[in-house]
């Protein structure tokens, strides 16, 4: 696909790019990744701030001891490595996977901060994105070391179900115990335990070693959860 034919087919991605100077966008590459591929890794050299215009990015932090805390899902359309480059950062602070088949926009570095620059629209874009980010980070922090883990698995459960749930009766949660064990930074095991708790309580429905939650089961799980 070409990057033409890519931005006609999305007006959002149109409408971000709009300012963009043409020497800048020649030099702009597409790139297709596959789902499981590192898109850039916890410390790797930035070379490019890529924006992420097709598919979803896991965010992982991970750790000298092997663990993996996966604390955020992109989606289309979003940007990757943009904090570092506004940091002067030379390395990743973080590790970019592709949850599903991906294509990004890669722009080199230097063409990112010039674009930036001419760009106002752009500019404010990033500006709300990164302070969305910052407050979120800001609600969460010290959030695992102050809930239960019982809590933040029935508030994740809740926040999936509320994200997903449209028309339809029933949300399947559609990850592994252990991908929601490294979100919320807790053990397989303990994900494994609350989960067959909420089943015997009747908060959610297990089949197949998938886990279901109905409105009813939501509205119930809301009326569970402590104040704190």
């Not at 000298?64 to 989606?75: E, M």
């Not at 990164?130 to 994740?156: D, E």
Request: aromatic share 8%.
């Amino acid at each position: 696909m070409l990057l033409q034919e890519l931005i006609e087919s999305q007006p959002s991605l149109k409408k971000m790019l709009n300012g963009m100077p043409k020497e800048i966008q020649d030099r702009c590459v597409l790139k297709r990744m596959k789902k499981g591929s590192t898109v850039i890794g916890k410390g790797d050299e930035i070379k490019y701030v890529d924006i992420l215009c097709q598919g979803e990015l896991d965010v992982i932090n991970e750790f000298a001891n092997g663990s993996i805390y996966v604390f955020d899902t992109n989606k289309a359309i979003d940007f990757i490595g943009e904090m570092e480059a506004l940091a002067d950062e030379t390395r990743a602070i973080v590790t970019n996977r592709a949850r599903t088949d991906c294509m990004v926009l890669r722009v080199p570095i230097k063409d990112f901060i010039a674009w930036t620059e001419k760009d106002s629209y752009i500019t404010m874009i990033i500006a709300k994105r990164l302070a969305n980010r910052l407050c979120y980070t800001s609600g969460y922090q010290g959030y695992s070391n102050y809930f239960p883990a019982a809590h933040m698995i029935k508030r994740f459960i809740m926040e999936y179900v509320n994200r997903e749930m449209d028309t339809g009766q029933v949300v399947n949660i559609k990850m592994k115990r252990q991908e929601i064990a490294d979100i919320l930074g807790l053990s397989v095991k303990t994900v494994g335990r609350n989960v067959t708790k909420l089943k015997e309580q009747g908060l959610v429905s297990v089949r197949k070693g998938k886990i279901y939650v109905n409105r009813d089961q939501l509205m119930h799980l809301k009326d569970t959860m402590e104040v704190w």
